[in-house]
C-alpha cells in the first residue's frame, strides 16, 4: 500500500485550451431546428438565447479553443482536481485491475458543473448580459450557475423542479448564499408555467418542464436575459474537456494508459469532459480505449430511445436538435440521480454513439447505491447518486477483469460527491429503494410525440 | 488576476512526521489528574481508555514522531491539501494584505477531522481494540472517526448530541454509512444517561454529557472498547500538525512568511494544527508571527473562563486537566458552530495563551455568517460555521492592515465546508439570526463547581 495513490498537477498544468471534439468526430453534426419553423436554425434565432461567442463556439469546428484567462483565474480555485489511484477499491475487490478516479467532487460546490458553468458567465458577461436564466433538477448545476454568476456579478434565476425544491432545502438556499433567485417550477411567472398550474396545482414539475419556463422567461425578456443549459450542447461538453485534458497528464504521471473510460450520463457533459480527449488519441494514434457511458433504466435514451430529431424541453420552445431520445414528453421514474432524469443526450455524443465510437449500459439504481457504498467504504468519499451509475460500471469491469485474470486500466469521473443526497442513502441503508423496470410503453407512447422533421436528408 | 492562487504540494511532500509542541513549549505541562482521587493517573488509569501508544503519545516530549506508513497511506487519499491565495478575497476587501487559507474541507468528510481520527484508528487496531466509542456534536468528529473505523475494520458506537441527532440527520446519515452506530445522547445506554432521563425525558444533551456517555461505556467494558476523543489532547493536537507542516511549506513556495496565523478554537486541534509549526519557527528562529485563537462570544472558555484545574467532561468521569474553562456544568448557548461549544480548552493551548505565547479573541456568531457570506461570494467555498469565525478575523486583520496602510501577510485555517449546514445559512439570510452575549452569570455560576485540587504547587 506504500505506493503513489494520487497523481498531482500544478496550477501551471492547467489546460490552456478546450477540445472541440466536431473538429475530429467521424460523423458530422446535424442542423439545430427552429421549434416553430423546423427549419435550421441561424445565429440571430439562438443569439436571443445566447451571447454570440457561445453561438460560435456551438457550431465551431476549431479543434482546440482558448480558455480566457478571466475563466483560468476561477478554474485555478479548484483545477487542476486530483486523480486517485483506488488502491484500496482494488483490493477490496481483489482485482488485478488497476481503477483510477477523476475527483471532480472537490470543486467548491461538490461538482463537474462549474466547469462551464464559469465560461458561460465569462462570456456572457463579456456581451453584456445583466441576467440569466436557468433550471435545475437536484440543483448540482444551479448552484454552479449561481456561483459563476455571482463572481461575474450577473443576476440569475434558477427554476427549479418543484420537487426537488421541496425536498432538497439545502441547495436551494446554497444556490441563495450565492445571491441567486429560485423558484419552484412550474411557476406562475411564465405562460406554460401558469397553463399547467391551471390543470393541476399540484405539478411537481420535471427537467423538461423547467427548461421551457426559463427559455420562455429568456426568449421573452426583451433582450435583457439570457439562458444558460448545463448539459447537451456541444459548448457545454466542450468546457468540460478540462477533465480528460488534465486526466491525460496525470495518467501519463501514473505511467498508465486506461483500456477504459468510464461516466454517468444524463445529458452527456462529464461523460464528455472525460471521454473525448481519450476519443481524440484513439482516432489519432489508434489507441483501443473504450469509452462507456453508463445511464440509469429509468432513462434509458442511448440504450433504448430512438436515434431522431426531437425538442429539448416539454414545452417545444426549445431548438430541435438530431439525438437519443425517449421523446419530449416522457416523465421519468423518481430515482435519486435527478442530474440523469433527462430524456435526451448530447447531439455530438448521439451522433458517436450512433456510429459506435461511443459504448453505453443502461444499469437500475439499487445496484448504484450498493456500488456507491462500497466506494464510500473503500475510498472514504461518499458519491452523488449520478456519480454511482459510473462506479458501478467501473467496478463491474473490475470483477470481469478479476474472472478473466485480466489486468486492466479503468478510469472513471467521480463527478460529484453526495452530501446533498443524504437522503437517498438513507433509503438505501433501510432497504427502502427499488428498482425501476426499462419505462418501453411510456417510451413508445412519448416518441409518438416526435416533431415531423421533413428536409430531404435530414431524417 | 493572472499570478499564482494554489501552492500544490505532491503526495512526496506529505510531512513524514508530526511535531509535538510540548518539546519545545516554554510552559511545563501540569499533571492530569484522577477524576476520583483528584491525585495525578497512572498510564495504567489511561490505558482503560486508550492504546498505550496514544498515552505515550500524550505524554512524549520528543520533538517529533514518525507517521506510521499505514496512515500515510489513507492521508494520501486528500493529503497534501490545497494552500489558497484569496486573491478574489483581497480584492473585494481593497486590501494591501495578502490572505492565505489552508483547505482542509477538501477531505472525504468535508473537515480536518480525519488529521487525528486515521491514526487513532489505526494505534488502535494495532493495540487489538475491537470497538471504540465516542461523542460528537454536529457531527464533524463522528464522521470522520466512523470513516476510520471502518478503514481499520473496527466498530465504532457514536454518542451523538440529542438535538444535532433530531436536528442534522445528513451528518447520521453519512456515519451510518460507513457503518457506525449512532446514538442519541442522553441514552438509556448508560448510568448517566439514565439519570439524566429520569430526571427529564427531553434533555436534549451536550458534548458534556456525550463525552460522559461515551467515557462510560468505554469503561465499563471490560477492555473489550476503548474511547476516542476527537480534540483537546496533546496527541490529538499533535496529529494536526500536517496541516502547519505543509502550510510552512507552502508558504515557501509562495515566497512569502504569515504576519498572523488564524484559526477557530473549540478544544484547540484544528488551530493547533496550523499554528503550532508556525509557534516552533518563532521559538526557533525569532520569528514574530502572531498566532491568534478565535472563539465564539458564547463559549469564550479563553477570553472569560478560568485558568484551573476541570473536569473534562459533565459527568466528572474524564480526567482532570489544567485548562481554560468556563466550568463543566456550564451549559452553552445554541450557536450554530456546534464544533465550538466546548467548556474547556486544550491544556497546551491553554498553557501557551496564559504564558503569553498565542492571543485569543471571541467574537458573537452573526458577523460570523457575514464574513462566511462574504468568503462564499468572493471564493466560491461555502465554509462551515466554526471556519467561519477563523474567517470573520482575517478579515478584520485585512482590514486593519488597509487603514493602516499596511502589507500583511494573513494565513488562516478553513477547517471545514458547510454543506451540512445550510439551514445555519437559511437562518443568517433570511435575518433570524442572533448574537449571544458573553455568558458571564452562567459562567460564574458554573466555575463554582471546579474541583478543589489541593496538590501543593499545581495552583
Not at 461567442?53 to 479553443?65: A, K, V
Not at 423547467?210 to 433582450?223: M, R, T
Not at 430511445?305 to 414545452?315: I, L
Request: aromatic fraction near 10%; proline fraction near 7%.
Amino acid at each position: 500500500m506504500s505506493e503513489q495513490t494520487g497523481f498531482t498537477l500544478n496550477e501551471t498544468d492547467l489546460p490552456k485550451q478546450w477540445y472541440n471534439v466536431l473538429a475530429d468526430s467521424p460523423v458530422p453534426p446535424q442542423p439545430v431546428l427552429h421549434p416553430g419553423t423546423k427549419e435550421p436554425v441561424t445565429p440571430e434565432f439562438l443569439s436571443v438565447l445566447f451571447p454570440m461567442e457561445l453561438i460560435l463556439q456551438e457550431i465551431s469546428t476549431d479543434r482546440f479553443i482558448d480558455i480566457p484567462q478571466e475563466v483560468s483565474d476561477i478554474y485555478k480555485l479548484y483545477r487542476p482536481t486530483p486523480l486517485i489511484r483506488a488502491r484500496r477499491l482494488e483490493k477490496v475487490l481483489g482485482t488485478p485491475a488497476h481503477i483510477y478516479y477523476k475527483n471532480e467532487s472537490v470543486s467548491p460546490v461538490g461538482s463537474h458543473k462549474p466547469n462551464t458553468a464559469i465560461p458561460q458567465a465569462f462570456y456572457n458577461k463579456a456581451a453584456g448580459t445583466k441576467a440569466i436564466t436557468t433550471e435545475t433538477g437536484a440543483g448540482q448545476w444551479g448552484t454552479a450557475l449561481a456561483m459563476a454568476c455571482n463572481f461575474f456579478e450577473m443576476d440569475l434565476e434558477v427554476y427549479m423542479v418543484k420537487i426537488s425544491y421541496q425536498q432538497k432545502p439545502y441547495r436551494r438556499i446554497f444556490m441563495e448564499t450565492y445571491g441567486a433567485q429560485v423558484f419552484a417550477s412550474p411557476t406562475d411567472r411564465t405562460d406554460f408555467g401558469r397553463s399547467l398550474l391551471a390543470k393541476d396545482p399540484e405539478n411537481g414539475g420535471s427537467l423538461g418542464i423547467a427548461i421551457s419556463e426559463a427559455v420562455e422567461v429568456a426568449a421573452k425578456s426583451g433582450g435583457t436575459k439570457k439562458y444558460s443549459l448545463g448539459s447537451v450542447l456541444n459548448h457545454v461538453l466542450m468546457h468540460q474537456t478540462v477533465i480528460g485534458e488534465e486526466a491525460l497528464k496525470q495518467m501519463d504521471l501514473a505511467g498508465e494508459y486506461p483500456d477504459v473510460v468510464i461516466g454517468c450520463v444524463g445529458g452527456g457533459s462529464n461523460f464528455a469532459g472525460i471521454a473525448y480527449p481519450f476519443l481524440r488519441q484513439n482516432l489519432k494514434d489508434g489507441q483501443r480505449t473504450r469509452l462507456l457511458a453508463v445511464e440509469p433504466t429509468a432513462t434509458p435514451s442511448l440504450t433504448k430511445g430512438v436515434y431522431a430529431f426531437d425538442y429539448g424541453d416539454t414545452a417545444m420552445m426549445a431548438p430541435i436538435v438530431k439525438m437519443h431520445t425517449l421523446g419530449h414528453t416522457f416523465m421519468p421514474a423518481g430515482i435519486h440521480a435527478g442530474g440523469l432524469r433527462y430524456h435526451g443526450m448530447a447531439p455530438s455524443l448521439s451522433a458517436l454513439y450512433d456510429a459506435g465510437y461511443i459504448e453505453a449500459v443502461a444499469i437500475p439504481q439499487v445496484g448504484t447505491f450498493e456500488a456507491a457504498v462500497m466506494f464510500t467504504k473503500a475510498e472514504g468519499i461518499l458519491p452523488a447518486p449520478e456519480s454511482a451509475h459510473a462506479i458501478r460500471v467501473a467496478i463491474d469491469e473490475a470483477l470481469d477483469a478479476k474472472v478473466k485474470g485480466e489486468k486492466r486500466v479503468i478510469l472513471f469521473n467521480l463527478s460529484g460527491h453526495g452530501h446533498f443526497d443524504m437522503m437517498s442513502y438513507q433509503q438505501y441503508l433501510s432497504g427502502m429503494l427499488v428498482d425501476y423496470a426499462y419505462p418501453s410503453a411510456a417510451v413508445a407512447e412519448a416518441i409518438q410525440t416526435l416533431p415531423q422533421v421533413e428536409m430531404a436528408g435530414l431524417v
